[in-house]
């Protein structure tokens, strides 16, 4: 059973920093893209980051120099460090496949204060 779990949320003020974790289970992680999404209530899931299973990377503009995506293979685990955090990044971060999607996990909840 292909299953991601999302960690590492939670309350942070405004210029800030967390790292959210990805953990994945039951899948060849290694040769697939995995990308962190966020959403808001009333709006779409948006995508986040990526990172393909060569090493590329690429960033929603909203994020660019502040988020930074990156993968253990060994682990099968993705993370996403986000730095200089702003009230707008406040959203329910999620972790998918892009290409091959899965079920939605519960996500991590994410709340930046100004």
């Known amino acids: 059973q292909v299953q991601l779990v999302e960690s590492g949320g939670g309350l942070v003020q405004a210029g800030g920093s967390l790292r959210l974790s990805c953990a994945a289970s039951?899948?060849?992680?290694?040769?697939?893209?995995i990308a962190w999404y966020r959403q808001v209530p009333g709006k779409q899931r948006e995508l986040v980051a990526q990172?393909?299973?060569?090493?590329?990377?690429n960033y929603a503009d909203s994020v660019k120099g502040r988020f930074t995506i990156s993968r253990d293979n060994a682990k099968k685990t993705v993370y996403l460090q986000m730095n200089s955090l702003k009230p707008e990044d406040t959203a329910v971060y999620y972790c998918?496949?892009?290409?091959?999607?899965?079920?939605w996990g519960q996500g991590t909840q994410v709340t930046v204060s100004s």
């Open positions: 990172s393909a299973s060569g090493g590329t990377t």
């Open positions: 998918n496949r892009p290409y091959a999607p899965v079920s």
């Open positions: 039951g899948i060849a992680f290694s040769i697939y893209t």
